[in-house]
């Protein structure tokens, strides 16, 4: 999983970008817990647009065999 805070180009370029998915911990009380990831997720500048769908959707659709 990914988070707000990573290097995501970093990340999806060394580890690949269908390999990421967001991740939140929403519901814990946890400093990884953001209730606005997604929504700061795709304000993120660093990240093309078509990366940004696979770790937002396409990849987790894919993990859990709904593409």
Known sequence: TCENSDD???IAREAGEDC???GT???HTDTSSDVDAIKIFR???DVPPNVKQ???SDNA???YGLS
């Open 8 to 10: 995501v180009p970093y």
């Open 20 to 22: 990421l998915v967001i």
């Open 25 to 27: 911990d929403y519901g």
């Open 43 to 45: 304000g993120r500048a």
């Open 54 to 56: 696979k770790i937002l």
């Open 61 to 63: 659709r894919a993990l």
